[in-house]
């Protein structure tokens, strides 16, 4: 058992892990979920809401309870009104053009994509970030528990910080944020795929000792193991998301409307 984690922590994360899942896997769920997950890449949490909800208005515009209800295919593959929601929602990048690859790919999509990206491994996450501009492995292993999925670790700085607490090494230029440049969005150095996937591993196999993470089946939820270590560092260290902690419904997936 890791001590440094109470029982606490565990049950508060997965509440906000539960508050992220999709409640009904969709083709339309799906990619609002990825959406929302490019959103937040270089964005807190309530620029993304006010996005997401944004795109449910355009979807549901007659309907008073709009913003809980999914996004039409349709709304979330016209690239225009993506954006102008982003825009809206105060996505700084929302000029950028960050979300218009995801587009194209999955309008053309020719198989239920939405259902593999749940059982996903590293293999199928690497295939993926290969054919989609600007979804990277920590905003695809993101999507993944979005989805359902258990099997992959999202590296978030929050959760890089609290590995290195545990022992586990990771580059100081990781979590160190750099000055922006007129010509990049980047603000940190991101785990290369060989780090990724060394620190992923490592992180599994400290978890494996401590019961409370394992599923039924023995193997490590890594989406609990994001949540927890993501809870610990966001809720301590970023004032902005104190809403967050303290009002869940305020995620688009929040099942305490």
């Not at 997401?52 to 549901?60: D, E, G, K, Q, V």
């Not at 194209?104 to 993926?128: G, M, Q, S, T």
């Not at 023995?218 to 994001?226: F, I, P, Q």
Request: proline fraction near 3%; hydrophobic fraction near 35%; include cysteine.
């Amino acid at each position: 058992m890791i001590t440094e984690i109470s029982d606490y922590e565990i049950e508060e994360a997965r509440k906000i892990l539960d508050d992220h899942i999709v409640p009904e896997l969709s083709q339309e769920s799906a990619l609002e979920s990825l959406l929302f997950c490019i959103s937040g890449q270089v964005s807190l949490w309530e620029p993304s809401v006010k996005f997401i909800r944004n795109l449910r208005r355009y979807s549901h515009s007659n309907d008073t309870d709009s913003i809980h209800k999914v996004a039409s295919f349709s709304i979330l593959t016209d690239k225009y009104l993506v954006n102008l929601a982003a825009q809206k929602g105060g996505i700084r990048f929302s000029k950028h053009g960050r979300f218009e690859s995801s587009i194209d790919y999955f309008v053309n999509a020719n198989h239920e994509w939405w259902k593999e990206i749940p059982n996903a491994d590293i293999d199928l996450r690497e295939d993926y970030i290969k054919r989609i501009r600007w979804v990277g492995r920590k905003t695809f292993s993101l999507w993944h528990q979005c989805l359902g999925g258990k099997d992959l670790l999202a590296l978030d700085v929050w959760v890089m910080k609290r590995l290195k607490n545990f022992g586990i090494e990771i580059n100081e230029d990781y979590i160190i944020t750099k000055k922006r440049t007129p010509n990049s969005q980047k603000n940190r150095v991101t785990p290369n795929k060989e780090d990724y996937l060394r620190i992923e591993k490592e992180a599994y196999e400290l978890f494996v000792r401590d019961n409370r993470f394992l599923l039924p089946n023995g193997k490590v939820d890594m989406a609990l193991v994001d949540a927890v270590l993501w809870w610990n560092g966001a809720n301590r260290g970023n004032l902005h998301q104190y809403n967050l902690f303290n009002n869940g419904s305020t995620l688009p997936y929040s099942k305490k409307y």
